[in-house]
């Protein structure tokens, strides 16, 4: 089982890094953004893969860290972009 | 190999299926709202197969129910994501896709 846990996070790893290219491309904010969300998902995975693979039980507590602060990481995107549109605009 | 791991590599396999889904998805599909639907809905399902079969191999119900929590704030976490990054596309005027660009209607 070991083997195919580590296949699969190696696999989870291979899309993360496909999903690079939508960051290369774009074209907007939002779209490297929903990238940035498919690492949070993918990642979570990889590390419950890895927690189970090589019986380190505090990697699970890394994967909530994760997916609490992708949470935060858009947050502050979203704040950046509402505030940069706020500025052109007259109030 | 036992049932219950020939259990767990089949949801495995099916988690691998949706994450690959969800990545082709976020590739080839025309505008940010729609790689957003694809993303969303079925890169969580993917996690949740995943962690389902990590719950067939768990030692303890805690270990077990650890798991569940982590997908249960995983899709809290993608929820609230997917929608404040519709949400301020939209805001910033990020045109939806049409199949006719400026068609009738």
């Known amino acids: 089982m070991e083997r ?10 291979l899309n993360i890094a496909v ?5 290369l491309r774009g074209p907007t904010a939002a779209d490297r953004m929903v990238a940035a969300q498919l690492f949070g998902t993918t990642g979570v995975a990889v590390l419950l893969l890895l927690a ?16 609490a602060l992708a949470v935060l990481a858009t947050v502050a995107f979203v704040k950046r972009v509402a505030s940069r549109a706020d500025e052109g605009e007259s109030p | 190999m036992n049932v219950r791991d020939l259990l767990s ?8 299926f949706f994450f690959l889904a969800g990545t082709v ?6 505008d940010v709202y729609t790689r957003q639907h694809a993303l969303t809905k079925v890169d969580n399902l993917g996690l949740g197969f995943v962690v389902l079969a ?9 270990e ?3 798991l569940a929590l982590i997908w249960g704030l995983a899709l809290a976490a993608s929820a609230t994501i997917s929608y404040l990054i519709a949400h301020s596309a939209f805001e910033n005027d990020v045109p939806p896709w049409q199949r006719t660009p400026r068609g009738p209607q």
């Open chain 1, 4 to 13: 195919l846990y580590l296949a699969l996070a190696a696999f989870l790893l």
């Open chain 1, 19 to 23: 999903g690079l290219i939508r960051i």
């Open chain 1, 52 to 67: 189970q693979a090589q019986a380190m039980p505090a990697l699970r507590d890394v994967a909530l860290v994760f997916a």
């Open chain 2, 9 to 16: 590599v089949m949801l495995l396999s099916a988690g691998a």
């Open chain 2, 25 to 30: 998805g976020l590739l080839r599909f025309p």
């Open chain 2, 54 to 62: 990590l719950v067939l191999q768990a030692n303890s119900a805690a």
């Open chain 2, 64 to 66: 077990a129910l650890k």
